[in-house]
């Protein structure tokens, strides 16, 4: 399974949830397959996924979940320690590991070589930390919802992209939705 279809099989669990879905081919997927006023989709801020979410998560009581990828959570490993110390009980980070960057041609990312993120997440303090297949990801993700525990998911997945376009939705609005929908 590639990122495309893992997000589209999660999308159900996804739809009453606050999300911060990291920048390029992931926010323009997750659009694709089920635009929501509750997705907020980075569109330039690469690694910083995770530290949103968090932070969202720290300030109200909804629960998040960060749609994040390995290049990106490379770009930005403090956040793993940052997670680590700060508990938030509402929040996911749900790391779709395809061992590329794939907003940009697939190159090779580290995790996809030696670099293991799940071991990496626990080594930071990350107390429950999950890794699994592409294809268990809807029930490891609906169970980390049931335990009202912080966690961090590590789905392995192919790499690989779809055709589609970018986002059309002018920034503004897209925070501007997401902010009320915050506070509803």
Known sequence: ???????????????????????????????MIDDQPTNFYMLGTMGL???????????????????DGDGSVLTNLGTLPTIANNVADNFILLIIDNGSYGSTGDQPTYAGKKTSLSAVATACGCDNVVECQAEDTPAVLQ??????????????????????????????VIRDRFMTAVQS
């Open 1 to 31: 399974m590639i990122r495309s279809e893992v997000l589209r099989d999660i999308a159900p669990i996804l739809r009453d949830q606050l999300v911060v879905c990291n920048i390029g081919l992931p926010s323009q997927e997750l659009h």
């Open 143 to 172: 169970a980390a919802l049931d335990s009202d525990r912080m966690t961090v998911i590590v789905c392995k997945c192919d790499s690989g992209n779809i055709k589609l376009p970018v986002i059309t939705k002018d920034p503004v």
């Open 49 to 67: 996924a995770s530290s949103i979410g968090l932070g969202l998560a720290l300030a109200q009581p909804k629960k998040v979940i960060t749609i």
